[in-house]
């Protein structure tokens, strides 16, 4: 694979979602699901770089130049600080994916001008160096959101050979990680009571992935390898939603996890428009998952259609 040959539509806009995204919120803001997302965009405060993705947000789907103003100056503050070398390591991935998110959705207001968008690229580039040199023995889980930080890097620092990579990363995880029943048997096997927290964590970077890569040309819910795709993995966590108590990785799970990470649900509800999906994020939003797609109830939240057959669910 020569290295710039994936990128074909290098857009620069909301890193996850598009005008056609706002555009449809937009129109259905008095409707469920985005009636309530809509009030919580308004009212609800963060701080840090998650108050950068927060103003972001804002600014995208409001149209507030303040917003934005306020975001980029939260984000220069961020990236200015000095890295916390204390932190884990997967705290850092997620770090990085909140302030990418944040510099895509205004990086092109006037206010992020040359000066200031060199600034951040300068101190967003060092701390990808360092999520990828640092030696560290990483799980199977931080490698797939290493490989998710790594493909959205490509995209804001527009180096198309590490976004390549990371493309042929993902290939190969489906290929060979996700078993034909949609479980990730290296995120599992351990029997150690986290397997249910891993698929899910597992899972949304995949689909962050490809969601991501999906707006940058290279439309990676469409890979398959024989019948096997992540589709095939999101529905085995939807099943396991409704009945937590089969899962069968593990003793006493519960479904909790997937109010705190299952805003990737949304993004997978959106491509596939299941029963299913929509059931389990009718009990969970709206979903806010800062690492995880941040307000994705808001980005990619649809209005409920005509009840369609469920396979799972009480």
Known sequence: MKAGENVVNRQHFGLYFTPEHVAYAQKHREEPPFDAVWR???EREEAGVQGAQWCGLRYRFEGDDLAAEQAIKKLLAFSSQPFDAEMTYLDALNQSLIEAHA???????PAMDGVRRAQFLEAYSRRIAYVNEVDYSRSYVEQLRLALANLVAGIVMEDDARFDAAVAFYQQVVREDIHPQGYILKAVEARDGGGLLRQLVSVASLTLMAEAATHAGVDLWSYSYRGVSLMTACMYLVYYYFYPEKWLWDDNVTNEPYREYGGFLEIANRRA???D???VLDELRPIYDPA???LTTLTHGVVKSRAKLRLFGR
């Open 103 to 109: 510099f895509e959705m205004v990086r092109d207001h």
């Open 273 to 275: 428009g299941h029963a």
């Open 40 to 42: 919580l965009l308004r």
């Open 292 to 294: 995880g797609g941040g």
């Open 277 to 279: 999906i929509q059931a």
